[in-house]
């Protein structure tokens, strides 16, 4: 799969009632036209952590910082109160949109051409599997059209509704990641070794025999750089940190804002995130149930009901300009 990273950096005009209609009818035009096809999905990840605010609250007071420092004004202790004061107000946030492009997008016979090609290209340069380093030849070749498209489509869209985003470059994407993933584990400077870059010199186990000793090391290995420990089927310690996920599988009945939820979560105050993982073709991933639910509708109304919804959202992919979706919903 194709991945890349938007950052959602904020908006670049005031946001009232008619200005948030606007935006949530032009993303949902943008993101329909892909939806509707096979092997896209989009992630949208927020963030909220007030450890992580007093070390940004610096990086924006470096600038004047430094102008007190050339004007031979000691305003150290100034600037500390500063931040002090405000860490205890403010928090960090992020906003991220993750594309995903999938070979299911590909049409039957550019997938097996892809797959032949490459397996042609393993056995003549007899490439090694890579178990313990990165696949430099994983990628699939005929994706970056469409995935490129899709980026600049989106991209261009974002603007149009004056929303300022950026798409991270892969070192600063990767570096994002790891940050979500173990913030007080990751330094602003950290750069991932990938492919391309300086390879750091390596001890040589002659006894592994093996092409990831002299190459990049796993990307995975990067950015979950600490072991975890599962305390029970819920929760995982990571670190200094414990985690605890929930999994929403039943939507409420009355749609509410965002702010809502990230009202009633500030009395917390503790890190979470939550995660909207939206996939294409959401008929595919219960049409065996559809069928088996048909099969046993006598036994049972819930099968009838099942069987009812998956005609009804067969109907809207056939006759509306809808897209049907596949929707995952996480928090921790």
């Known amino acids: 799969s194709l991945i890349s990273v938007i950052q959602i950096v904020g908006v670049t005009q005031l946001i009232g009632t008619t200005e948030f209609q606007r935006l949530h009818e032009g993303l949902t035009q943008t993101l329909q036209t892909a939806l509707s096809r096979s092997g896209h999905a989009l992630q949208v990840l927020f963030q909220y952590d007030r450890n992580v605010v007093s070390e940004l ?3 924006i007071l470096e600038p004047g910082k430094q102008t007190s420092q050339r004007l031979n004004l000691d305003l150290s202790d100034l600037f500390a109160e ?31 051409r892809a797959t ?28 970056r059209d469409s995935h490129d498209a899709f980026i600049r489509s989106i991209r261009h869209d974002l603007a149009n509704l004056y929303i300022a985003a950026n798409l991270l470059e892969v070192h600063d994407a990767l570096h994002a990641i790891r940050s979500v993933a173990d913030p007080a584990f990751t330094d602003k400077n950290w750069r991932p070794a990938l492919p391309g870059g300086k390879i750091s010199l390596k001890e040589y186990d002659r006894s592994r025999n093996t092409i990831s000793d002299i190459l990049w090391p796993s990307l995975a290995r990067q950015v979950l750089p600490r072991d975890a420990e599962n305390l029970d089927l819920r929760t995982v310690r990571f670190g200094d940190k414990i ?40 008929l595919r991933c219960i049409k065996l149930r559809s069928v088996l639910a048909t099969i046993l509708s006598f036994s049972s109304a819930q099968n009838r009901l099942l069987s009812d919804a998956y005609n009804l959202l067969q109907y809207v992919a056939i006759n509306t300009d809808d897209a049907v979706v596949r929707l995952r919903v996480a928090a921790c």
């Open 116 to 143: 032949k090609d490459k397996l042609k290209f393993i056995r003549e340069k007899k490439i090694p599997p890579s178990i313990l380093t990165q696949n430099v030849i994983a990628a699939i070749p005929d994706l």
């Open 243 to 282: 985690y605890s996920c929930v999994f929403i599988d039943l939507l409420p009945k009355e749609i509410k804002t965002f702010n809502s939820l990230l009202q009633r979560t500030l009395s917390a105050r503790i890190p979470w995130r939550i995660s909207f993982f939206v996939e294409s073709d959401g």
């Open 82 to 112: 500063r931040i002090n004061f405000l860490a205890k107000h403010c928090a960090s946030e992020s906003v991220y949109f993750v594309r995903w492009t999938r070979p299911m997008s590909l049409t039957t016979e550019q997938y097996q």
């Open 57 to 59: 609250l610096k990086e």
